[in-house]
Nanobody, 123 residues
Framework: QVQLVESGGGLVQAGGSLRLSCAAP????????MAWFRQVPGKEREFVAA????????YHTDAVKGRSTISRDNAKNTVYLQKNSLKAEEAAVYYC????????????????WGQGTQVTVSS
């Protein structure tokens, strides 16, 4: 199992930037593909980006491509989501997730989850 702890959310103005972090204490972090999802009330959790266990491949949805970047530092057991040029519609609770086998997948195919971090965007 892996425990995930997100941080870095908060209030940001539209057009601004922030970096979300997800720490995974333990010695097995580099065996997991990692992903970021987001969710707003009343909607299904939405896939945002994913990165393979080595960090050699990444994927971003069209909705965030060019404005968000997923990365990881296996020495620090941490995955990041850098978000730039934030839009109001990107306000959500952001979750990181881990999977031994899944990569670009729906939320219900990922095995492990953090508690989420709120991102609020003011216009």
């Amino acid at each position: 199992q892996v425990q995930l702890v997100e941080s870095g959310g908060g209030l940001v103005q539209a057009g601004g930037s922030l970096r979300l972090s997800c720490a995974a204490p333990g010695r097995t972090f580099n065996t997991y593909n990692m992903a970021w999802f987001r969710q707003v009330p009343g909607k299904e959790r939405e896939f945002v980006a994913a990165i393979t266990r080595s960090g050699g491949s990444t994927y971003h949805t069209d909705a965030v491509k060019g404005r968000s970047t997923i990365s990881r530092d296996n020495a620090k057991n941490t995955v990041y989501l850098q978000k730039n040029s934030l839009k109001a519609e990107e306000a959500a609770v952001y979750y990181c997730a881990a999977s031994l086998v899944r990569y670009i997948s729906k939320w219900n195919e990922y095995e492990y989850w953090g508690q989420g971090t709120q991102v609020t965007v003011s216009s």
